[in-house]
């Protein structure tokens, strides 16, 4: 059955660094997010992304934040100077239709000190 | 605005009982979407049903239900016979187009913890 990937697992990163989580979604999906969720809390949207571009992002996506699909397969979120808030799980999700059900990664676990 | 309540922060039940766990909504549009998403202590993402907002009949998949009530702006949804595989933070979550992507909004979770 398809999934969406993502990588790394865990990171781990220290303030001020930049990272960049990886995502694969489903091959046929059109429709790509992120999502994060502090620990214990809800899951936040941060950005969607359509015909590569960004087509909502949310007020948490400032100008650290970005997003590529740099090669038809990969979908990513780079943050360019981590801050300690920044500290959460992260979930890239795809979906085939704007209406269709969203099928979520398992999550990068992002951890910055 | 959209807006999702979970009022349940936490529930527990012994196994095999029945188990309700609620979500009222809000939103002006009139095109919406709603699904329930289980995060097991592994902590992914499992999509459980998918609703949109014209469809206000009932389903049943195995032991899982969901009430669907457009009057209450609820969609809740029941375990019967519960499990302790069931154990988990369930998330409800609305969609609409109002914003121009079907971004989703998520409640705050219920923990349903199934005592053996």
């Known amino acids: 059955e398809p999934e969406v990937t993502q990588t790394p697992s865990h990171q781990v990163t220290q303030m001020g660094q930049e990272v960049i989580l990886r995502c694969v979604p489903i091959?046929?999906?059109?429709?790509f997010y992120w999502y994060r969720q502090i620990l214990g809390q809800k899951v936040e949207f941060l950005v969607s992304?359509?015909?590569?571009?960004?087509?909502?992002k949310s007020e948490i996506f400032d100008d650290q934040f970005s997003v590529e699909r740099p090669d038809g397969s990969n979908f990513t979120l780079k943050i360019r100077s981590t801050k300690l808030e920044d500290s959460a799980m992260y979930f890239c999700?795809?979906?085939?239709?704007?209406?269709?059900?969203?099928?979520f990664g398992p999550g990068t676990r992002l951890t910055v000190l | 605005a959209q807006k999702v309540t979970q009022a349940q922060t936490e529930i527990s039940v012994v196994e095999k009982e029945d188990v309700t766990l609620d979500c009222v909504y809000e939103?002006?549009?009139?095109?919406?979407?709603l699904f329930w998403y289980k995060q097991p202590p592994s902590g992914e993402l499992v999509f459980l049903i998918r609703?949109?907002?014209?469809?206000?009949q009932n389903e049943i998949s195995g032991r899982y239900s969901w009430n669907f009530q457009k009057s209450t702006s609820s969609f809740n949804f029941t375990i019967t016979a519960s499990q302790v595989v069931d154990s988990a933070v369930y998330f409800c979550?609305?969609?609409?187009?109002?914003?121009?992507?079907?971004?989703?909004?998520f409640g705050t979770g219920t923990r349903l913890k199934v005592l053996a």
């Open positions: 992304f359509y015909n590569n571009e960004i087509s909502e």
């Open positions: 999700a795809s979906s085939a239709g704007p209406y269709n059900e969203q099928f």
């Open positions: 939103t002006r549009d009139t095109t919406y979407y």
């Open positions: 091959s046929n999906h059109l429709y």
């Open positions: 979550a609305l969609s609409e187009g109002a914003s121009g992507t079907y971004k989703y909004i």
């Open positions: 609703r949109n907002s014209f469809d206000e």
